[in-house]
C-alpha cells in the first residue's frame, strides 16, 4: 500500500523569498505523483503532476516540483513568493495500475510573511 | 460549466439522524469520488464510481453509502450520524481512466452532535 509523509505541517516564509515544501512517499510499484493546493474555504486544486518523463515538472503559479525516484520524493519548489501563495498544500500519489485510490499527505500550511 | 457542485455548504446533525450529501459535475466524468478531510489527517477516500452503476468502497467506507444512477450525480449517504462523522466532506471528478486530474467540490462542513 502507498502511504505519503509531508514532513513539514508548517512553513512560514518571507515575501519573495524562495519556498521547498517537502513530500516522500512510499510504494511497492510504480506510482503518479500530485501537489494541491486549497485555499481558505475552498476546494482542492491541481498544482502539477508527474506521470511519466522529464522529473522536473512545472505547475501553475510557478510551481515546479522534482520527482526523485532513488529518494522517493517530490518536493514542491517556487523561487519567489507571494502573499497569494499563503494556502495548505497537499502531495498526493496514485499506484500506476489498480484502483482509484488517491492517498494524501497531511499537509503542509504555507504563510507568507509581509 | 459549474464544475463540481456541493450541497449543502453546512450541516449539523443530531447522533442518529441520516441525511444526504449531493454532488453533481456537469463535466460528463466518468470517474467520481466522496472524500473526508480531517485535521492533521489530510483527505481519506470513502466511496468511489468508475460509471454510472459502478461504486466500490474507499479506504474509510463504513457508516456512508452511495450510489450511482446517472453520470452527473454521486450522493453521500449517512445512514444513522456518529460524532466520528464530524468533517469536512469533498466530492471530486475526473474525466475517465488515462486523465489523472481531479476536480473537487467546494466541500460541505457537517457537525455531528
Known amino acids: 500500500a502507498q502511504s505519503v509523509t509531508q514532513l513539514d505541517s508548517q512553513v512560514p516564509v518571507f515575501e519573495e523569498a524562495p519556498v521547498e515544501l517537502r513530500c516522500n512517499y512510499s510504494?511497492?510499484?510504480?506510482?503518479?505523483l500530485f501537489w494541491y493546493v486549497q485555499y481558505p474555504n475552498q476546494g482542492l486544486q491541481l498544482l502539477l503532476k508527474?506521470?511519466?518523463?522529464?522529473?522536473l515538472v512545472k505547475g501553475i503559479n510557478g510551481f515546479e516540483a522534482e520527482f526523485n525516484k532513488s529518494q522517493t520524493s517530490f518536493h514542491l519548489r517556487k523561487p519567489s513568493v507571494h502573499i497569494s501563495d499563503t494556502a495548505e498544500y497537499f502531495c498526493?500519489?496514485?499506484?500506476?495500475?489498480?484502483?482509484?485510490?488517491?492517498?494524501f499527505g497531511t499537509g503542509t500550511r504555507l504563510t507568507i510573511i509581509p | 460549466n459549474a464544475g463540481v457542485t456541493q450541497t449543502p455548504k453546512f450541516q449539523v446533525l443530531k447522533t442518529g439522524q441520516s441525511m444526504t450529501l449531493q454532488c453533481a459535475q456537469d463535466?460528463?466524468?466518468?470517474?467520481m469520488s466522496w472524500y473526508r478531510q480531517d485535521p492533521g489527517m489530510g483527505l481519506r477516500l470513502i466511496h468511489y464510481?468508475?460509471?454510472?452503476?459502478?461504486?466500490d468502497q474507499g479506504e474509510v467506507p463504513n457508516g456512508y453509502n452511495v450510489s450511482r444512477s446517472t453520470t452527473e450525480d454521486f450522493p453521500l449517504r449517512l445512514l444513522s450520524a456518529a460524532p466520528s462523522q464530524t468533517s469536512v466532506y469533498f466530492c471530486?471528478?475526473?474525466?475517465?481512466?488515462?486523465?489523472?486530474?481531479?476536480?473537487f467540490g467546494p466541500g460541505t462542513r457537517l457537525t455531528v452532535t
Open positions: 508527474y506521470l511519466s518523463g522529464s522529473t
Open positions: 498526493a500519489v496514485k499506484e500506476n495500475f489498480g484502483n482509484e485510490k488517491l492517498t
Open positions: 471530486a471528478s475526473r474525466q475517465g481512466l488515462t486523465y489523472y486530474e481531479q476536480y
Open positions: 463535466m460528463n466524468h466518468e470517474y
Open positions: 510504494s511497492s510499484v510504480s506510482v503518479y
Open positions: 464510481s468508475v460509471g454510472a452503476g459502478i461504486t
